[in-house]
């Protein structure tokens, strides 16, 4: 167990509508990450928020949102769903302020577009 | 900028065989290194890192890995392949400077053959 909760699991739903991820990271970090990882994608980097402000930017297409709130936990919004929007979404967290510190990922929600 | 490499998408052994995952990496500054594992519909799992306090890291599960500075290579073996290690498995870079941003391969499939 990592520590990172990822909620929900799995969910299946149809194009053009929008979901919600959310992720609760390790007690005490600061840091989260978002990732999506597809078959023909592999692993992207999406958003990186630290306490609450959006750090880096990846791959995060326009109709992708995330936030991070005061108690830490961050929500990735998807709308206007497509098929290619199908695909396992990870989030992580980091211990803050160590370089040398690793990411701790979430099992992951499986988003399966119809 | 950082950057890694992994060589060769799929890797198959058979079991009880040498293990040998190739992982090049690319940093301008001292690199962080990490080796992740993927099990099938699980989230990524760290398997090792190197943080400069010794070359040859050990991780969980018998694997190991050498940071070659002159051959900015850091590969992963385990003496003896079981069963259980067929996996995913991802290399990562992460160094100071640039949002101290994690950058992962594109990962090799462990088959292990019976």
């Known amino acids: 167990d990592s520590g990172v909760t990822q909620t929900p699991k799995h969910l299946i739903t149809a194009t053009g509508q929008r979901v919600t991820l959310r992720c609760s990271p390790r007690?005490?970090?600061?840091?989260v990450y978002w990732y999506q990882q597809s078959l023909d994608q592999g692993l992207q980097f999406l958003i990186q928020y630290y306490n609450g402000e959006e750090r880096a930017k990846g791959n995060i297409l326009e109709r992708f949102s995330a936030q991070q709130f005061p108690d830490l936990h961050s929500e990735l919004n998807l709308s206007s769903l497509e098929l290619g929007d199908s695909a396992l979404y990870f989030c992580?967290?980091?211990?803050?302020?160590?370089?040398?510190?690793?990411?701790?990922f979430g099992e992951g929600s499986r988003l399966t577009v119809l | 900028a950082q950057s890694v490499t992994q060589l060769g998408s799929h890797v198959s052994v058979s079991e009880g065989a040498l293990v040998l995952l190739r992982c090049n990496y690319s940093?301008?500054?001292?690199?962080?290194l990490f080796w992740y594992v993927q099990y099938p519909n699980q989230g990524l799992q760290l398997l090792l890192k190197y943080t400069s306090a010794a070359t040859l890291v050990k991780g969980i599960n018998g694997f190991e890995a050498e940071f070659k500075k002159s051959e900015t290579s850091f590969h992963l073996t385990k003496p003896s392949a079981h069963m259980s290690d067929a996996a995913e498995y991802f290399c990562a870079v992460r160094a100071e400077g640039g949002g101290n941003q994690f950058y992962f391969g594109t990962g090799t499939s462990l088959t292990v053959i019976p």
């Open positions: 992580a967290s980091s211990v803050s302020g160590r370089v040398s510190g690793e990411l701790f």
């Open positions: 940093s301008s500054v001292p690199p962080y």
């Open positions: 007690s005490g970090d600061l840091s």
